[in-house]
């Protein structure tokens, strides 16, 4: 089956820093998503990327289909972005869709 | 806007017992996945319904069923309870095609934390 690579598995930063967390995979993926996993462990989303670039205030994402990645920038990070952050891909196969997770990369950010 | 919405929050159950979880998806939203969540792991695919139909199927046990109703609500039920089962269970939503064509956006909710004493 497809394989979901995120790296690095841990990132210690400091207020203020920029980071960029990457997702790779394996086979072709027909929808991509970022979420942040909260302390409480509330899964939020944060882009549907398939391919393409978005921002959403100080998170970016990218997505390169053709060469199997897709990159999250955080810039100015906050302690509230602490948690971890999933890359999930979704490929159809036979009968539906299957959804697979990375195993994700945990941020600290210190004050 | 109005989210995902899963109960019970919080379950404690006994080994050999039975579990029933409920996902109300996002209103219009007409997909449903379930995801097993184990400590300090990623979610992992359990089933999904589109249209109350099963579309796809992870690694569930076959203690575990679901279903999805006809309001689209769908429920998870667990037997034969084991201590590793202990999990947080997600629901999420989509709105899209998920048997064909392609599928959306999935939206999360708040998970179900089991315990398994």
């Known amino acids: 089956g497809i394989q979901v690579e995120q790296s690095p598995p841990d990132l210690i930063l400091q207020e203020g820093a920029n980071s960029t967390l990457r997702c790779n995979f394996s086979?072709?993926?027909?929808?991509l998503q970022w979420f942040h996993q909260n302390p409480w462990g509330q899964l939020i989303n944060l882009f549907y990327?398939?391919?393409g670039t978005k921002q959403n205030g100080r998170l970016s994402a990218t997505t390169v289909a053709t060469e199997r990645y897709s990159l999250l920038y955080i810039s100015s990070s906050q302690t509230t972005d602490s948690g971890v952050y999933f890359c999930?891909?979704?490929?159809?196969?036979?009968?539906?869709?299957?959804?697979?997770f990375g195993a994700g990369t945990r941020l600290f950010v210190k004050a | 806007a109005a989210g995902v919405i899963q109960s019970p929050r919080h379950l404690i159950k006994e080994k050999r017992e039975t579990a029933t979880l409920k996902c109300y998806p996002i209103?219009?939203?007409?997909?449903v996945y379930w995801y097993q969540q184990g400590p300090g792991q990623d979610p992992q695919f359990l089933i999904s319904?589109?249209?109350?139909?099963?579309?796809d199927k992870g690694s569930i046990p076959d203690r575990f069923s679901a279903q999805q109703f006809s309001d689209y609500h769908s429920e998870l039920n667990m037997s034969s309870l084991e201590l590793g089962d202990s999990a947080l269970y997600f629901c999420?939503?989509?709105?899209?095609?998920?048997?064909?064509?392609?599928?959306?956006?999935?939206?999360f909710g708040p998970g179900t934390r089991l315990t398994v004493t």
């Open positions: 999420a939503s989509s709105s899209g095609l998920a048997g064909g064509g392609s599928s959306y956006e999935q939206y």
């Open positions: 086979d072709s993926v027909n929808n």
């Open positions: 990327i398939p391919s």
């Open positions: 999930a891909v979704e490929r159809k196969r036979t009968g539906g869709f299957k959804t697979i």
């Open positions: 209103p219009r939203h007409d997909t």
């Open positions: 319904f589109y249209e109350k139909m099963q579309s």
